[in-house]
Structure formats: C-alpha cells, structure tokens
C-alpha cells in the first residue's frame, strides 16, 4: 500500500519533519504489538495475557459439554436417517416361482407367496449393524468406567421412532432424565484434560464411528446384520392345497461410501493458516483422527497464536478473505458427504403338506435402489436457516450488522485477498473440483502484515465517518455517558485518518526530531543603541548622582521607619526584607507541607498495584514517597533545602533527566522468557542547555556548569539549578539596588529579543513533540493550561501581558485602575542604559548581555525618577496611592494636608516647567534623607522628637558637606524661572492645610 506521510501541521508546536508510515515502521509496531500481548506487564496490570487464550480454549474443549453437544447433535440425526429407512421397508416379501412346484404328490401351478414380516425393534436393527444409536444401547457398548454415563442413560424411556405422517422423530434423546432444565443433554464423562477428553470422545462416539470415518478419513461401511423374521401362506389347487412360505431371517446389508472429508475440507483451512494438517485416511481409529487430524493442529495454531497473536491473525486474514470471496468455503463443507444404500435379503423355506417344496435366498428383497441416501453435511447444515452468510466477508459483516443492530460499512474482501504474495505449498487434499491446483498444491497468500494492518485500520476509521455507522455506536454505548474528551477525540479521528493512523504508529514507533536550541539573540542582540536621558536645566548630572550614591540609603530609612510588614517579614532594609523572605521560604515546613500537599493528591488516585509498581521501577515514580518523607534542615540553611529538594525530587528524577539531561525515557516490557524490548521511547531533550542556562544568565549567573558536566553529574541536575538561582538570590539580597539597576536592562534585553517563549518552547519541547505526535487524536495544548495566560506570549509582548496581570491585582485589592501602557519595546529602549555586546555561553553558544560596567546609573535612576513622579504625582492614579500610603502609613488628617500640600503645587509646575517638579521633588528627597542620615546618627526617634532635637538637627546639618552641594544647587534652581513660584505654592498650601 501506498506510505502515509504526516506533515508538519501548522497545529504542531515542536515536529519539525514530517513522519512517514514505512512498511518497516508498521512491521516494528506489529512486532511491539506481539510482544506486548505476551508481557508479564500487560499480564500483571490488565489480569490477562495472551498466554491465557490456550487454557480458554483446552476449557472450552476439554469439558463435558463439548462431548455431550456432540453426542446431542450426531446421535439423533444419524437415528432420524435409520429411522427414516426403516420406516420405507416394505410390509412384505413376495416368492414367485416361473415353474410349477413339484409336491410329492401332484404337479401345481406357479405360486405367489406374501409373507407378513415381523421386524425387531429399531434399536435392536441398528445394534446388528454396528450403529448403537439410541441410549440404551451405547449404554451397552461403554466402557465401565463411564458408569454414571450408562445408568443414566439406561434411565431414558422413550421409544425412538420416525413418524412419515408428520415427518418428525420420536426420539429417546429427548427424555428429559437426560437434559438439563436448559434441554442440554447433561451426562458426566469426567473430562479433566486432553487425555480424558479423548478417551471419552472415543467411547461417545462409538455408536456413529462407522459413518464418521466414512466421512473423515476414507473408511467405507459394509455392515450386516438381522432386523426380522415372516411367515406367509398361499392356496393351491383350488384351494385343496396349502402352501406355507416361512422367512427365518430377513438381514439389513447397509453400505456407506468412504470419503476423505477430513483431507479435503478441515486440512485445506488449517494450511491456509499455515499450520500442518495430516493425512486422515491413514488412521483406522475416530480417536486418532481427533487428535492428530483437530488437537495437534489447534495446539500449534494457539503457539503461534501465542508466540505472535498479531502477527498470527494478520498472516491469517488475507487466506480468509481468499477463500470467502472466491467462494471456496461453502464446497468445503460439502466434502463432508456419503452415499447410505441398503439391502433386504430373506432367507426362507417353503412347504407343502409339510414337505418342503423350496428354499433359499431372495436377494434384494428390499433396498435403496438406484437412489441412495446421500448424506451432504453441507447441505444438511443450513446456513442460511442458521443466519450464516459465508458468501462474502460483507455476508459475515451482516451477521455483526443484525448483533449489533446498526450498519457495517462494507469491506473491499478483494483488496484484502490481495494483500500478500500467492504460493503453493504442499497438501493432503486430494480433491480438487473447486480449486483448481494440480499435482498436490494448494493455494496460500503469504500475507503483507503491514498492508493488512494498515487496510484494517483505514477500514475502521473511514467506516467511522459514516453517520449512520458512528450513531449507531455512539447510540450502543449511550451518547449521555460519553465524556467531552472522546467526542473530542473522534471528532479529531475522523478529520484525518490517515494523521491518526500515523500517530499511532509514531507512538510505538518513534523518531528523533531535531531540538532547537535557544534562538532568541538570533532575533536582535547587539542591534539596539543604549538609550541615554537628555538632562535639563531643572533635571542635572548632578541630582542624578546623587540619587545614585544616596537614594539605597534612603529608601532602607524609610523602611525603617515605616516599619512595614510583608509576608510576616518586617525589616529596616531591601537587603533585609529580601533575605527575611528568603529566609522564610527556606523552612523543612515549606518542603514538608508540599510533600503533605503532593502525598493528598495522588493519595486520591486509584491505580492498579501491578502499575503502581511498574511505575516505581520503570520511571523511579513512588506515589507512596512522598507519604513517608520528611525534610530536616535549619531554617535558612540553602545547602540543606538544595539537597531536600533534590531528595523532595527523587521519584521525578528520571523525568528530570529526560527533561534536562537529554536522556532517553522508555518504557520496557519483559516476556517469561527473560526477554525485554522497548515499549515506548520518548527521545530526551537538553533544556538545562536550550533553555535553563540562558534563563540563569539572563538573571545574572555566569560561570555554570556545561551541560556535559550536568549530565555527568545528572542526578543532582535539580541541585545544580537551584545552587544557581540561590547564587543570584544571594547577590540580590547583598546589593539589591545594584543588582536591579544591572538585572533590568539584562532581562529587558532577553524579554525584547523574545528570549521568554523562545526558551518555553525550547523547554516545553520533549513534551510538546509527544503531544504533537498524538495531535491527530486528540489536540491538546499544554500552553493554556492556565486561563487567560498563554505561555507562548503570542502578542511577543510579556510585559504588557504582566502589566495587564499587575493591575487586576491592584484592581482587586487595592480598588485603583492603572494606567500603565508599557510594552517590552518601550520599556527595553527606555531603560537599556548599557551596551549590549556578545559573551559565549554556558552551553557553548554565542550569546548576549549588557555589561554591568556598561550601565550607566544616573541616566538608569533619572528614567525610573520620571517615571515614578509621573506615575505617583501625575497620573490619574495620585490621589489613590497618597490614600494608600495613608492607611498603611496611619497618618492622621494633617500631616496627610501637609503631604497633599507639597505634592499639588508640584503637579501644577510639572505641568507647566518641564522637570521642575522633579527638581523639586529631588530637594523633598535630599531634605528627607539628610534629616534621616541626621536622625540615625543622632539616635534620634521620629515618634518622640522635640523642637530642641530639631534645632540641634538642622544645626549638625548645615555643617555637612553635602550641603555645600546642596547650597549651589539650590540657589540655582530658585533663580531659575517659576521655581520661587512653585515654593511659595507649597508654602501657601502647607499654612493652608494647617490652619
């Protein structure tokens, strides 16, 4: 057949190539497929194997019932063609003699003699000739050990008995002390196994073995035997005479011509299944046909069955489809056949006055003539009144049509018989009237597997999308107990069949396609020019240093003082408030509760225990792990969750591997044998070097380990990532004003360069390509597992996506409505201070960062001071973050004036002096921070300072040397145009807010 080929589909997130359905892939899957069915896996998950099928079947043989079917089959329809033949014997036997029969006494003319016959019973006919059909009399002819047998059937009454009127038999058979309350004959044989199963087959069938080895193995019956007696009188000579005729025997000679029934209609099936029959005609004995000529070929029939059961019924298809559709199966059965013929012949005497006048033989008296009793098992077994249609495979279609109650689409059963090569082999046959071979061959397709599988499986899928044939099993099993998920899957199925087909063979039968690395500097890197602020009259170099060198000091003061509690952590620092909720994540209680978490949610899956455990030793995967473990470390000891973690991690470490490592994940059967093969491979992937490592250094790890010495040391994968985020937590909680000004343009030139899809993808590769494999059947995207979050960043804009995130937060909470349009355009070309230049790697490859000696920390401080003031002073949002600061902080309603005081006037000149509201802003921040400084030296406390304390404060101030900065810059802002204007504002507002 012609290879399906799949696509790359624009569906597909990771398949790369296309995938074609070879001969050679679907015999690998037929092969798995084989060996699957004979798995100790499959045997011990499903509690059933393919080796199970050879006890189902010796049960099903070698029991009672069988023996007692054939018994309730063959013994009365053999009866009803005996009976048949004794009801048309004839009433009389006529002696005619052509001569005048000499008396003694005086010569008489010819006589004509009609004797009256008195036949012995049915049975006891039958008996004489070797036929022992009804009970009682093969109760006769059984061995002793089969007592139970004989007594009950010596119990049965009735009189057999064929009716010519109503064309009906009266048979003992049908006396109820034989059957059960199901009218099965029910007789105790005591079949165990093979050999008792045999020996009684023997001893039942011994009251039909003539006529069966007449049928089977070429054995002719000549059988003879009394069936009766006859005594007739005739007048001679007016009467003056009497002649008496007495018939002392009258003999049935019964014949029945041999056939090889055997050779030529059950040899030529089990050849065609490649199994060897024996020549039948060689045996003298019904035993030795059974077992020779049906159990040694069904026993290697079930070896083959259970060393290849696909391969086996693949092989098997084609040869049957050949001979349904060339009409081969229905001639067969009439190889069953023989012609019965019988004759009557009397012995009789004849005498006069007591003087025997004749004698002899009548040869012939009465017999089947030139018409026989043709014995056609094919005729006999009516198919059609049983509801078989062997005609064509669509004949047999139609039978599971009339189970099933809906439609069978049709199968083309010539493609099938095609599929494969014609040979011929050797055979028992030996009649040839419907085949046409010669010289002792016969016909045997050597069977494509692969096209045959392919053409069944193409056979189901396109008959599925026929409504009729889909609703009528959706309708079987009951559309309202369907899940969502299988309509969805036969929705997919029955898109494409050919996709479908060929992600079930891809499934078994997997190939490698090629990982892409971390691509995202492909799309820019060193393309963008730093950006720079354009400094103002208001807005200087100066203000901006300054910022720089005091700005981490102030913020940790009013930290401090503002004594703000996040997570639980309070701190006098960013450094401190980093590492206390650090700290407070790196707890045993934070591990333990998640294995707690973990262990209440797979404790709630019910999955087989051969499974469980198949899961355990194949994927390391322990459900029950996480029940018993424990995590025992100092709280804030990073070593000691790194390693808890790696331990946390254990029962996912070949996953792990699979994911980082680019290990391998296969999944392997074993056979009782010892043997073992894949069952399914999943090919890993390297994400610790696709998508971990730019990742980290894109937070600022360099120097980590390549990704060989991460697979050399592959079980501590987990580690060694977590070793690397700590490194930068570490930094980030030592100088975390530092770090945020170098980490900002570094992730924004990642985030720009669409660095974050680009390395979800590369991460999500192993898993996506298995999904895009099954996508055919069921089409499943991991990357909207998450409601309203797509991980692939389609609008290539992930700020704008955490802005949009960030301010339904702030919505929800805080009840304020940001304004905040960044894109990572915007942001990227804004705050991207340094130059971007090229570095190689961890994993080799050439990437790019910005240096942090290359950032330049006022122009960085001066883009996110405008953005702040503009932000909290000038948006529409202003008055909702000094009301927020207001609860948080508990200011009472007039320091709050006084805060709106100084902050309206600044708005107002922002708007109308470019900057001087910065500037402005820039004096509130320096006097906060000098007074701070002022305060902290002094040891001085904001909740209880006096006037003296002031003074005294602001006397130590102006002996600063900032101050002298300060002198010169301020003076130089009051002679600038509108900033004495925007002072005396403030001033008006502050007296205002206070009276």
Not at 58 to 64: A, P, R, V
Not at 795 to 824: A, H
Request: net charge negative.
């Amino acid at each position: 057949m012609k290879n399906i080929v799949r696509p790359v589909t624009r569906c597909d997130e990771a398949r790369n190539r296309s995938y074609t359905v070879t001969d050679e892939r679907v015999e690998t899957l037929i092969d798995t497929l084989d060996f699957l069915l004979n798995s100790k896996e499959l045997k011990d998950i499903a509690g059933f194997g393919i080796a199970d099928v050879t006890p189902m079947v010796t049960g099903f043989l070698y029991n009672n019932d069988l023996i007692n079917l054939a018994v309730q089959y063959l013994y009365p329809l053999v009866e009803t063609e005996f009976a048949k033949v004794w009801a048309g014997l004839p009433v009389d036997i006529a002696m005619e003699g052509d001569d005048a029969v000499g008396t003694g006494i005086a010569m008489v003319p010819k006589a004509e003699v009609h004797a009256d016959l008195t036949f012995i019973s049915l049975e006891d006919a039958m008996e004489n000739i070797k036929f022992y059909l009804m009970p009682s009399t093969l109760a006769k002819h059984l061995p002793a050990e089969y007592a139970n047998v004989i007594a009950k059937l010596n119990q049965a009454t009735t009189v057999s008995r064929w009716d010519p009127d109503a064309e009906e038999m009266h048979t003992a058979w049908k006396d109820e002390v034989l059957l059960n309350s199901e009218g099965k004959l029910d007789l105790d044989w005591g079949v165990h196994d093979r050999e008792s199963f045999l020996n009684a087959f023997a001893a039942a069938m011994v009251g039909v073995e003539p006529l069966l080895m007449a049928l089977l193995a070429n054995k002719a019956v000549d059988n003879r035997g009394h069936i009766g007696t006859g005594v007739g009188t005739a007048e001679l000579l007016k009467g003056k005479l009497k002649l008496h005729m007495e018939i002392t025997t009258i003999e049935l000679n019964l014949t029945a011509t041999a056939n090889s029934g055997y050779n030529n209609t059950l040899a030529p099936i089990f050849e065609a299944l490649g199994v060897t029959a024996p020549d039948a005609d060689k045996y003298d004995a019904l035993r030795d046909v059974v077992e020779h000529g049906l159990l040694e070929p069904l026993d290697d029939i079930l070896a083959k069955l259970g060393e290849a059961p696909v391969s086996f019924l693949l092989s098997a298809l084609p040869n049957i489809a050949y001979a349904i559709e060339a009409g081969l199966v229905v001639p067969l059965l009439s190889m069953l056949k023989t012609d019965i013929a019988y004759t009557a012949d009397a012995t009789y005497t004849v005498t006069v006055m007591g003087k025997q006048v004749a004698g002899g033989v009548s040869e012939n008296a009465a017999s089947s003539g030139d018409e026989p009793i043709h014995i056609d098992v094919g005729t006999m077994i009516n198919l059609e009144d049983m509801g078989v249609d062997i005609s064509s495979l669509n004949g047999l279609l139609g039978m599971a049509t009339d189970a099933l109650g809906f439609a069978l689409p049709e199968m083309n059963g010539d493609k099938l018989a095609t599929l494969g090569t014609l040979e011929w082999h050797d055979t028992v046959r030996n009649d040839w009237t419907y085949s046409g071979a010669q010289d002792g061959k016969a016909a045997r397709i050597i069977a494509n597997r692969a096209d045959v599988l392919l053409f069944l499986l193409k056979y189901v899928l396109e008959g599925l999308k026929n409504k009729t044939v889909l609703n009528g099993l959706l309708d079987k099993i009951g559309k309202d107990k369907i899940p969502d998920i299988v309509n969805d899957i036969i929705k997919n199925v029955l898109a494409c069949p050919d996709y479908t087909i060929a992600a079930l063979v891809e499934l078994f039968v997997p190939q490698e396609y090629k990982e892409p690395k971390c691509i995202w500097w492909q799309h820019g890197g060193q393309s963008s020019n730093p950006a720079k602020w354009t400094y103002n009259e208001y807005w200087t170099s100066a203000k901006a240093d300054y910022l720089v060198g005091n700005l981490p000091a102030l913020i940790d003061n009013i930290l401090g003082i503002a004594n703000l509690e996040i997570a639980g952590v309070k701190a006098s620092s960013l450094s401190g408030l980093l590492d206390g909720l650090i700290n407070s994540f790196i707890k045993a209680e934070t591990l333990n509760n998640l294995a707690k978490t973990v262990n209440d949610a797979v404790g709630g899956i019910s999955l087989p225990e051969a499974l469980l455990n198949l899961l355990k030793d194949q994927l390391g995967v322990d459900l029950s792990y996480w029940g018993t473990y424990k995590a025992e470390f100092a709280d804030g000891d990073k070593a000691g969750f790194r390693d808890a973690l790696v331990k946390f991690a254990k029962p996912a470490q070949k996953v792990l591997n699979f994911l980082l490592a680019d290990e391998d994940l296969t999944l392997t059967i074993s056979n009782d044998k010892g043997e073992k093969r894949s069952l399914l491979t999943l090919h890993g992937a390297d994400d610790y070097s696709s998508a971990f490592i730019p990742l980290l250094e894109a937070l600022g790890a360099y120097g980590l380990p390549s990704p060989d010495a991460l697979k050399k040391d592959k079980d501590n994968s987990l580690g060694i990532i977590v070793d690397a985020l700590f490194g930068i937590i570490d930094k980030l909680v030592k100088d975390p004003y530092g770090q945020l000004v170098v980490l900002l343009p570094n992730i924004l030139c990642f985030l720009y360069f669409g660095g974050l899809p680009s390395l979800i993808a590369n991460a999500l590769f192993p898993v996506n390509i298995v999904l895009d494999i099954i996508r055919p059947i069921y089409n499943f995207s991991i990357y909207g597992l998450v409601k309203d979050f797509d991980l692939r960043f389609k609008c290539t804009d992930p700020i704008s996506l955490l802005v949009g995130l960030l301010s339904n937060v702030v919505k929800e909470n805080l009840g304020l409505t940001l304004n905040l349009n960044f894109t990572t355009a915007s942001l990227y070309h804004a705050l991207n201070t340094g130059t971007v230049e090229i570095f190689k790697s961890a994993n080799g490859y050439c990437s790019y960062r910005v240096p942090p000696e290359s950032v330049n920390k006022a122009d960085t401080v001066s883009i996110i001071f405008d953005f702040l003031i503009r932000e909290l002073l000038l948006s529409a949002n202003s008055d909702g973050y000094l009301n927020f600061a207001k609860e948080k902080l508990g200011l009472d309603d007039k320091v709050f004036n006084i805060i709106k005081g100084v902050v309206n006037p600044i708005r107002e000149s922002e708007a109308k002096y470019p900057a001087s509201g910065k500037a402005l802003f820039f004096w509130v921040l320096f006097v906060a921070d000098s007074v701070l400084n002022a305060m902290k030296e002094s040891g001085l406390d904001i909740k209880n300072i006096d006037v003296k304390a002031v003074l005294t404060l602001l006397t130590k101030l102006g002996n600063k040397d900032k101050c002298n900065f300060a002198k010169s810059e301020f003076v130089a802002d009051l002679q600038k145009p509108g900033f004495s204007d925007i002072l005396v504002n403030i001033v008006k507002s502050v007296i205002s807010s206070l009276m």
